[in-house]
């Protein structure tokens, strides 16, 4: 949310050389009585729509979060397709991002990135009985799906330049605004393979295993945090929310919460890897 106050032009004139202090998000939003967030609710189970409400992990992550924030501060979730999620928080439409956002060492450099809330390692899903598709390398010569704009399609670009090198180059990628609609694509046969990471493809085989089929992972080791500017103004809100999922990863309501939407625990470091 942009907090800024209207200023009139005589008065602008007035104190157009005088400096202006940075306002306290964290304050604002106590005061204010409302916590903003940005989310993207098609990416279950972390966060999906179920009887038109939000739910999922995320979901359940912040009613404990929500209480040390004061009893009297309301949740306002905008729900918005992933692509409009980082630049939406760079504008200032919200305070924050409650969505799985995979930390790379790009974002890491641009944004705030939360304490890991989950395991974000990159695998592949298939079609059930696909022979063929049993290891990374055999996407080659397959027609492979990715979400827009995502980690996870950086990651099937920089797999498959390396097929590419190696002579075995994949067939064709296909990007998709939502992931549900790549897995969709799979599941009628127009791609070969959906790169996401495990703990969603695991979702897809756990709900459809009639359908889908996880062939591994690949890759280094990957963590989904949540995001916040980087700037003097969301630093004492950055380091409430990693306080509060650090105490959750610490106390276990993190390993109980994960036992219930992904049927396992996930070991969790209490910061993110150096992006170094």
């Known amino acids: 949310m942009h907090r800024t106050t209207a200023i009139t032009a005589g008065l602008l004139l007035s104190v157009s050389f005088a400096s202006t202090a940075h306002s306290d998000l964290l304050d604002d939003i106590r005061s204010e009585g409302t916590f903003t967030v940005g989310t993207e609710a098609r990416f279950a189970p972390f966060e999906y729509i179920e009887d038109g409400d939000i739910v999922g992990y995320s979901a359940d992550i912040m009613e404990h979060i929500m209480p040390e924030l004061g009893e009297d501060v309301e949740l306002i979730r905008m729900d918005l397709p992933w692509q409009g999620i980082l630049p939406g928080l760079e504008r200032e439409r919200f305070d924050y991002v409650v969505t799985s956002v995979t930390a790379t060492p790009e974002r890491m450099e641009r944004y705030h990135l939360s304490a890991p809330i989950a395991d974000a390692t990159m695998a592949i899903l298939k ?57 969709a694509e799979l599941g009628n046969g127009r791609v070969d393979v959906v790169i996401n990471s495990l703990p969603n493809l695991l979702e897809a085989e756990r709900t459809r295993p009639e359908v889908f089929e996880v062939v591994g992972t690949f890759g280094d080791p990957v963590y989904f945090s949540w995001a916040g500017r980087d700037n003097e103004e969301s630093a004492s809100l ?17 390993e109980e919460l994960q036992e219930k939407w992904f049927g396992s625990t996930m070991d969790l470091p209490d910061e993110l890897p150096s992006a170094e």
């Open 127 to 183: 079609r059930t009985g696909e022979d063929d598709i049993s290891s990374p390398e055999d996407i080659a010569g397959k027609v492979a799906a990715a979400q827009s704009g995502s980690a996870q399609l950086e990651a099937l670009e920089a797999l498959a330049a390396e097929l590419e090198e190696a002579g075995t180059p994949v067939e064709d990628i296909r990007t998709y605004t939502g992931v549900d609609e790549a897995f």
């Open 238 to 254: 950055n380091a409430f929310m990693d306080e509060q999922i650090q105490r959750l990863n610490e106390d276990g309501t993190l």
